[in-house]
């Protein structure tokens, strides 16, 4: 797994108190994970913080899975 | 008349996490006072509070029992704190797993007097310092009074009246008192009823200090701050916590065979139109609470056999004395009367509710719980027995609990066993 992924993964699992081996790359936050509408918006807040990327919400609507926040921030990152 | 009973209790308090290791301390005459360890308290004039201790502690509280980690994350510590107690009372009365149909006739009543403070000091902080974009999207929910009625709802599924009493010190009694009259209206038949309250925080230690209300003489001292009705009283000790009880119809509560810790029957309510932070000096307000709540009962104040004071130690507690001297005339020398501020400080919020549980716990043991530190009874103490140092064990049928807060606002209920 890549260090995005690993960094992503703990953000996930302190946000959302769920288990790590459920955040996968698939898992959806809302539909797997538990999260509701503020808790993506939260997380994205988070991502920024931690790679220093700014994802505007336009883009943090699509971020649907763990797969697309780690894509996302991927591609953006400095 | 649709008769009200209490069916569950439960406490997050400075001296325990839940009900008996709180109550177990009480009795053997512990303080819950300290040092403040939230924050470096170093340039605060008062330095020294009862905080509820972590969860490696003798007597500490665990948040993780009954808190979902990512709710903790999200929510002010006194929603934390009300949330368990609400848990503890639920799983007391028997009544965590409701069926649908009595989910429906169940609700919340628990307030908080302050609410989130330490939340919108550091987020105020976040907007000062970061910008709007950094503020937390969890920042309103996580701090609203209303939220623990509304978590605890969320969390057990009670679909009953959600409601918050705000009303500062007197929150925790107007909560039971109101909840109280919802079942006596038939809005529900059970009803989650407290308060909490959770600002130790630089904010509210400051703010408390600068109106004068915050002992701030006794810093090398904590144990001993707190001294209801003492000479050498100089203020209130801040705590935090939380007490929830069960609240529940008479009838439906013997249908399914619970047990019953006490009846409320009297509660009375009153405002001193005086001063926003001083009682009238003549405790003409406390005087018309008890006074109401004693016609709602149909007792006189012979029937009382302990009352559980507001007794904040401040100047305040003479002036309540006063007040239950007029009342109840020659009875006052039958009855016992503490302040339990003594021990564990004042719960602000959270006080009233939980008070109302040492009252109903004083009448299950048949023990009263002591006023500490009073070394030297102030003036106009006289022929009264405050329990001094040491809880004492008699006869205890029935109770008065007085609750007042900023603002002049006035609570006083009265509980009795169950004929």
Known sequence: MSDTAERVKKIVVEHLGVEA???????????????????????????????????????????????DAIKYIEEHKG | M??????????????????????????????????????????????????????????????????????????????????????????????????????LRAGCSIGSGIGGLPGIEKESIVLHERGPSRVSPHFV????????SGQVSIKYGLMGPNHAVVTACSTGAHSIGDAARMIKDDD?????????????????????????????SFNDRPEQASRPYDKDRDGFVMGEGAGVVVLEEYEHAKARGATIYAEVVGYGLSGDAYHVTAPHPDGYGAYRAMEMAFKKAGMTPADIDYVNAHGTSTMADTIELGAVRRLFGD???TMSMSSTKSAIGHLLGGAG???????????????????????????????????????????????????????????????????
């Open chain 1, 21 to 67: 081996d459920k955040v996968t790359p698939d898992a959806s936050f809302i539909d797997d994970l538990g999260a509701d509408s503020l808790d993506i918006v939260e997380l994205v807040m988070a991502f920024e913080e931690e790679f220093g990327v700014e994802i505007p919400d336009d883009a943090a609507e699509k971020i649907a899975t763990v797969g």
């Open chain 2, 2 to 103: 649709r008769r009200v009973v209490v069916t569950g209790l439960g406490l997050v308090t400075p001296l325990g996490g839940d009900v008996e290791t709180s109550w177990k301390n009480l009795i053997a005459g512990k303080s819950g006072a300290g040092p403040i360890t939230r924050f470096d308290a170093s340039d605060q004039k008062c330095q020294i509070a009862c905080e509820v201790k972590p969860a490696d502690h003798e007597y500490g509280f665990d948040p993780n029992k009954r808190v979902d980690t990512k709710v903790q994350r999200q929510v002010d510590p006194f929603i934390i704190y009300g949330i368990d107690a609400a848990g503890q009372a639920l799983e007391d009365a028997g009544l965590t797993d409701m069926p649908e149909e009595m989910k």
């Open chain 2, 141 to 148: 929910h996580g701090r609203l009074i209303n939220l623990i």
């Open chain 2, 188 to 216: 529900a038949d059970i009803m989650l009823a407290g308060g909490a309250e959770g600002t130790i925080n630089p904010l509210g230690v400051a703010g408390f200090a600068q109106a004068r209300a915050l002992n701030t």
């Open chain 2, 331 to 333: 009875a006052i020398s």
């Open chain 2, 353 to 419: 509710a939980v008070e109302a549980i040492f009252c109903i716990l004083a009448m299950r043991d048949q023990i009263v719980p002591p006023t500490l530190n009073l070394d030297t009874p102030d003036e106009g103490t006289e022929g009264v027995d405050l329990v001094p140092h040491k809880a004492k064990e008699r006869t205890v049928n029935a109770v008065l609990n007085n609750s007042f807060g900023f603002g002049g606002t006035n609570a006083s209920i009265i509980m009795k066993k169950l004929d």
